[in-house]
């Protein structure tokens, strides 16, 4: 199917608000809203903008815009709820998925399989972070990357400190230009202060 899009301007979702969205093009960034009929025919929740998304759109003034069409999705970060029918688009067209736990305090393997049972369905690269190495011992984080190599086959994995600033070197070099990537994990692993 042809988009018919030539009347408009693409434009990347880089924040979500109650009903309004933050896109960005070569021109600026802008507040944006769908279209009545977008919402009109919106089946679910996945039918709306997600940050990530690229975005046909028109620029009303210097600030603010109206989103037109939502773009075909490459890749899709989406959680669904136990027992709903609908799920939430967490982010669209991400390339990799950075999933982040601190050695330590709430260090949980569990974890990093539900985060890449998401991201695998998605068709999301996922890509262990084992933050917060000032915390702990060189032999807790020996013994990690261990059990983590014996329970996943060909990851990456990454250990990285922002305080002391060890691995940001790694990360920084594994990052390459016109790629999207995301951060995931719980709260207080240090996203954050990594980014």
């Known amino acids: ?49 997600a ?16 989103i037109y069409q939502i773009l075909p999705r490459k890749t899709i970060l989406k959680k669904k709820y136990t027992g709903k029918q609908d799920a939430q688009v967490i982010a669209a067209n991400i390339d ?20 890449f049972v998401l991201a ?14 000032d915390l702990a011992q060189e032999s807790e984080l020996n013994e990690t990357i261990e059990q983590i190599k014996n329970r996943f086959e060909n990851i990456d994995i990454f ?11 790694e990360i920084s070099n594994y990052i390459i230009r016109g790629k999207t990537y995301c951060f995931l994990g719980s709260s207080g692993v240090g996203k954050s202060s990594l980014i």
């Open 51 to 66: 940050v990530g998304d690229w975005v046909a759109i028109t620029e009303l003034d210097e600030a603010t815009a109206v």
């Open 96 to 115: 990799v998925a950075f999933i982040m736990e601190s050695l330590g305090r709430d260090y949980n393997l569990n974890r990093f399989e539900r985060y």
């Open 159 to 169: 250990a990285t400190s922002a305080v002391t600033e060890r691995g940001l070197n």
């Open 120 to 133: 695998n369905a998605g068709g999301i690269k996922p890509v262990i972070i084992l933050n917060k190495l």
């Open 1 to 49: 199917k042809s988009l018919e899009l030539k009347n408009f301007s693409a434009a990347r979702v880089i924040a979500e608000h109650k009903e309004a969205y933050k896109v960005k093009n070569l021109n600026g960034e802008y507040w944006a809203k769908v279209t009545g009929k977008q919402m009109f025919s919106a089946a679910s929740r996945t039918d709306y903008p």
